[in-house]
């Protein structure tokens, strides 16, 4: 999801998955570290895509968190 935040100037990014099924124990234990890894990597890469600025800077405002 993404939400303006100070009138525009930035913007919040929010992601959030959700498994079910009958099998979702099973396979998160055998590879949920993996996909939350992948999860946190493509967001890595997204940030600092969009934060690139043609000369190169990118932006030091952004915090980043991490699922929990």
């Not at 009958?22 to 895509?49: C, T």
């Not at 934060?51 to 030091?60: H, I, K, L, Q, Y």
């Amino acid at each position: 999801m993404l939400s303006p935040l100070d009138d525009g100037t930035r913007t919040k990014f929010v992601q959030a998955e959700t498994f079910r099924g009958v099998l979702v124990g099973f396979i998160n234990r055998r590879i949920g570290s993996d996909v939350e890894e992948g999860f946190v990597q493509m967001n890595g890469a997204l940030k600092r895509r969009v934060e690139n600025t043609d000369d190169g800077a990118s932006r030091e405002d952004v915090q980043e968190t991490k699922p929990e």
